[in-house]
């Protein structure tokens, strides 16, 4: 028999979640019905007979709906925290063929010893002992010398890199000489400073225990090493090797290998031009593969690089792996040996050789012009598609579309449910957005530099832990909105109070305000929504499919993220209708369905924060969004918000837990010292001498070392070294034995003006600035042409990294005009007759350029090639 049943009290949740029906049994329209409601007032879960049964059984799956949602969320979390973990790093004694993280990190003994970036004497003790160890192992080793320049930055920040570099080369030679060769790369310098024990020399270790593995294989190809030099002055090794090494033009396949922290899981971060062959092949052999093409999209974009780059824009296929844990070690004096995980190296090397080998000993490399949408998957498998696998994804979720609304229905306030539906993805979005700026802020939390908030940065994990749990809670909060029409005020008013709190430290915070603005007008739109039932869910289903559309037809690389968790959302909204009784069968299903996709968002939030959260913690929306979109088909008007509403108060209150914990912690000063840098300037032109800090907030030990000077540090800037206020204090004269020398000539046979800069013994880094009142077309910088002067009166920059004893010859037409020429050079080390620094405790550390002499000098080259020497 059919019945038709309508709520007593009209559209309203309170009557739903009291279970207040009317029955039709009779199928009187229902406008007649309505006339006589008030004469019926029955429960729904009392009906019997030709009235209304709801069995037992479905009352049970009713009980169990949110404790399973819970349960899924929790299983997915662990899940994804699970799949962080590193392997645990095989023993020396293991087979000789296998890669040994013990091994390999006997290497890092040396490399590893003591900071060595380019141009230092440092760096050269490293090439040697590369080169003496890989000569011993039986490879043929070369130094590849030359140099190169690169053009960075934008705006006011752009300018020229350039160096004289030290590539070691070393091949590991095959059957076939005239194969395509796999090449393996890492870069063996350091920035200043750091011994770069990750970063990267995490890299070379597994790159010498790898060419120690393949020696008993039988190689059908050459496997070439290349240990580049001045990858942090501007991937310039390897800009080099590409562009004038004979063995460059053979090689077929390109795996680097980088760092950006000292812990976590090798990941495939970034794949050269076609790599749909390459991924293939690596995902059957990699034992726990992680990576997805995301990243390497993302990556495209950013300002930043490494040596892949370089191979990448010239069409070679590759894979780019790299660790990003523990990133308060990044480019800092505690990425040593002994605070490198292991587990990182032997999971970096387990990835790598096997791949590798099979490179090695085929007869063919995997080749491909395709392109392929990867991603790893709960665990611990990864699976490659074609671009066009998209759109099967849409078929599905559009399918499920049309089921939904024929569900659906449009009268009596459908269409404002679906309105609702379709701005439950900004307002989860936004809401999650806003939640974790506040908390990010009112922790001190700062910009994505790597200076400030370091007691932050140290409770990295604790952070992390919170804020996933805040962005749960605040999405828990959210589905109990859709049940409560009465939280509607509450809720604006609570989110514009939290975007006004967001002010309380760091300054004014307008983003944030308009954020709370934005959360609370949809907040009003989506209260007590979920009485729409269906239509709710075609609108917010609807606007998921829209994105996915269109990140199908403009970017599929963020497919794994943005398109793929659409097939669990849709399978879900299809196994658990609005109204409709439920069975534990589609209960069950949808759970296991959820906690799959959850786990799969979650390992994207935990990469994503781990990768950029520190600085932009608001990454945590994007994967946030997929949970609510996933709750909302477990929201049911029927059963009422209130265990919805404490399941989110629980959660919000452990995240408070977690962040105030992260917060408190005071950083074990050994493990997490304090940063310092104290410069010395001299600009014997002018007779100015300061002691100087870049910090942007002064450490003590900094404030102190400038202290040592004449006066308060102030506010100077010295432009020759691109600073446009740094913390400086006059200082007694020094002597200067040798000056930054100009020679200015004209060369009448080409019709240029000549400029070679010569810096002091000893320079590490010079520095060089030019500018002219008018455009100079084809500056020459070592007989290369390079981007200077291209703008009128507007400074060009070059940095040169280990200028050496020749210098550095500039060339540009005669007819430009005068041009001119400011000039800094670096020499490592603090004036011997100076005031010395304080000395530093064991919880302090230099950081980037601290402790270098800089000398000044300035000059104008007329175009005959005249010049005129001295003060600015």
């Known amino acids: 028999m059919s019945i038709e049943c309508v709520c007593i009290l009209g559209e309203s949740e309170k009557c739903l979640t009291e279970r207040k029906w009317l029955c039709n049994p009779a199928n009187v329209p229902l406008l007649d019905l309505r006339r006589v409601r008030n004469s019926f007032l029955l429960h729904a879960a009392r009906f019997k007979g030709g009235r209304m049964n709801t069995s037992r059984a479905s009352r049970v799956v009713a009980l169990y709906r949110l404790p399973l949602l819970l349960l899924s969320i929790v299983i997915a979390a662990w899940s994804a925290w699970s799949a962080q973990k590193t392997p645990p790093p095989q023993p020396a004694s293991i087979a000789t063929a296998e890669f040994s ?29 590369l080169v003496n160890h890989l000569q011993q192992a039986g490879l043929q080793v070369a130094v590849h010398r030359g140099h190169a320049a690169a053009e960075y930055g934008s705006g006011d920040g752009r300018g020229v890199r350039a160096a004289n570099v030290e590539n070691v080369v070393a091949v590991l030679p095959g059957r076939d ?16 400073h750091s011994p770069g024990a990750a970063d990267d020399g995490l890299g070379v270790a597994v790159m010498l225990e790898i060419s120690r593995a393949l020696q008993r294989d039988v190689r059908q190809r050459d496997v070439v090493f290349l240990f580049t030099d001045a ?14 090494h004979p063995l460059a033009s053979r090689i077929g396949t390109v795996i680097n290998l980088e760092a950006r922290g000292s812990s976590g899981r090798a990941v495939v971060f970034e794949t050269g031009p076609g790599n749909a062959a390459l991924l293939g092949t690596f995902a059957k052999l990699a034992p726990q593969p992680l990576g997805n093409s995301l990243t390497g999209f993302v990556y495209r974009y950013m300002p930043n690089g490494t040596d892949f780059t370089v191979p990448a824009q010239k069409g070679i296929p590759g894979l780019n792996f790299a660790i990003i844990g523990s990133q308060i070690d990044y480019h800092a004096a505690t990425a040593s040996v002994a605070n490198l995980d292991p587990g990182s190296v032997q999971h970096m090397g387990a990835q790598v050789l096997p791949m590798v080998r099979q490179l090695a000993t085929s007869a063919t490399l995997p080749t491909s012009t395709q392109e392929a949408i990867y991603s790893d998957l709960p665990g611990g498998w990864m699976i490659s598609v074609p671009t066009w696998s998209g759109w099967c994804v849409l078929a599905f979720g559009l399918l499920v579309l049309v089921v939904v609304a024929r569900r659906a229905t449009f009268n009596q306030g459908g269409w404002r449910g679906m309105v609702s539906g379709v701005a439950w993805w900004p307002l989860a979005l936004l809401s999650v957005a806003l939640a974790v700026r506040v908390s990010y802020r009112l922790l001190g939390g700062g910009d994505a530099t790597l200076v400030n908030n370091r007691d932050l940065l140290a409770a990295f994990s604790k952070l992390a832990a919170g804020e996933g749990l805040l962005a749960i809670g605040v999405v828990l909060a959210l589905g109990a909105l859709t049940l409560c029409r009465a939280a509607r005020k509450p809720a604006a008013v609570l989110a514009v109070l939290a975007g006004a709190c967001a002010s309380l430290r760091g300054g004014f915070d307008a983003i944030a305000l308009v954020l709370g603005v934005v959360v609370a007008l949809l907040a009003w739109t989506s209260a007590g929504a979920a009485v729409r039932g269906e239509s709710m869910r075609l609108g917010a289903l609807l606007v998921a499919w829209i994105i996915g559309a269109v990140v199908q037809v403009l970017a599929p690389e963020l497919a794994p993220l943005l398109l793929w968790p659409l097939l669990a959302v849709a399978a879900v909204v299809w196994l658990l209708p609005a109204h409709a009784p439920l069975t534990a069968l589609r209960v069950l299903a949808a759970a296991v369905i959820t906690a799959f996709a959850l786990a799969h968002v979650f390992h994207f939030a935990l990469q994503l924060f781990e990768a950029i959260g520190f600085g932009t913690p608001e990454v945590l929306a994007l994967p946030f969004a997929w949970l609510a979109m996933l709750l909302l088909p477990w929201v049911r008007v029927a059963h009422g918000g ?20 992260a917060s408190l912690t005071q950083a074990d000063r050994t493990r997490y010292p304090e940063l310092s840098q104290a410069l010395f300037v001299a600009d014997p ?36 070294l691109d600073w446009a206020g740094v913390w400086a204090t006059k200082a007694d004269a020094i002597a200067v ?50 981007p200077l002067l291209d703008e009128a009166d507007r400074w060009s920059r070059l940095r040169w990294q280990a200028p050496g004893p020749d210098g550095i010859e500039l060339r540009w037409p005669a007819d430009g005009g005068p041009v001119e020429v400011q000039a800094a050079a670096g020499i ?6 100076a005031a010395p620094l304080p000395a530093r405790s064991a919880h302090i550390v230099p950081w980037s350029t601290s402790d270098m002499t800089w000398i000044l000098g300035a000059t104008r080259v007329s175009p005959e090639g005249g010049a005129h020497q001295g003060g600015r």
């Open 737 to 786: 034995p040798e000056r930054v020398r100009f020679e200015p000539s004209f060369d009448a046979a080409t019709g240029q003006s000549v400029l070679r800069v010569l810096a002091p013994a000893g320079t590490r880094e010079l520095r060089v600035r030019l500018k002219s009142g008018a455009v100079v077309r084809n500056v020459q910088l070592q007989g290369e042409a390079v």
């Open 231 to 244: 990858e942090e002055a501007g991937l310039l090794g390897a800009r080099a090797f590409f562009a004038s």
């Open 685 to 720: 032109d002018n007779q100015q001498y300061h002691r100087v800090s870049p910090l942007s907030q002064l450490s003590d030990w900094s404030r102190g070392a400038l202290r040592v000077g004449q006066g308060e540090p102030a506010r100077l800037p010295i432009p020759a």
């Open 828 to 833: 490592d080390g603090w004036p011997k007759d």
């Open 642 to 661: 209130r265990w919805f509403a404490i399941a989110a108060f629980v959660t919000l209150l452990s995240a408070a837990g977690v962040l105030a914990a």
């Open 177 to 192: 000489r005239s194969l395509p060769a796999v090449l393996l790369m890492a870069h063996y310098d350091t920035v200043p």
């Open 101 to 129: 993280a013990a091994r390999a990190m006997q290497h890092l003994s040396w490399i590893a010893a003591e900071p060595h970036p380019t141009g230092s004497a440092a760096a050269a003790r490293v090439r040697d002992q």
